[in-house]
Nanobody
Framework: QVQLVESGGGLVQAGGSLRLSCAASGRTFGNYPIGWFRQAPGKEREFVAAINWRGGSAYYADSVKGRFTISRDNAKNTVLLQMNSLKPEDTAVYYC???????????????????WGQGTQVTVSS
């Protein structure tokens, strides 16, 4: 079992930066790929970024590629999402999620992840 808690959200002006943190409890955290998703009001939850269990491979949505960076520190049970050059369209609730297995068939789909945090609000003003 893995419990996830996101933090670091807030209000920022366009062009600014935020760093989201996903803190996990559970001994097997280091075995699981981790994903970040976001959901804006009235929209479906969408993939943002993911990282494999070793941290050697990262995957990004086209909309954030080059602006966001995902990283993990398994010793600290933490995954970070550094968000730079933020845009108003990045406004959403951001969720981190952990898979329930070492490998997932598709990092970009919500059904690849078994454990979810409660989310943290990111608001980017224009």
């Amino acid at each position: 079992q893995v419990q996830l808690v996101e933090s670091g959200g807030g209000l920022v002006q366009a062009g600014g930066s935020l760093r989201l943190s996903c803190a996990a409890s559970g001994r097997t955290f280091g075995n699981y790929p981790i994903g970040w998703f976001r959901q804006a009001p009235g929209k479906e939850r969408e993939f943002v970024a993911a990282i494999n269990w070793r941290g050697g491979s990262a995957y990004y949505a086209d909309s954030v590629k080059g602006r966001f960076t995902i990283s993990r520190d398994n010793a600290k049970n933490t995954v970070l999402l550094q968000m730079n050059s933020l845009k108003p369209e990045d406004t959403a609730v951001y969720y981190c999620a952990a898979s329930g297995s070492l490998y997932v068939p598709n990092y970009r789909t919500t059904d690849s992840y078994a454990y979810w945090g409660q989310g943290t609000q990111v608001t980017v003003s224009s």
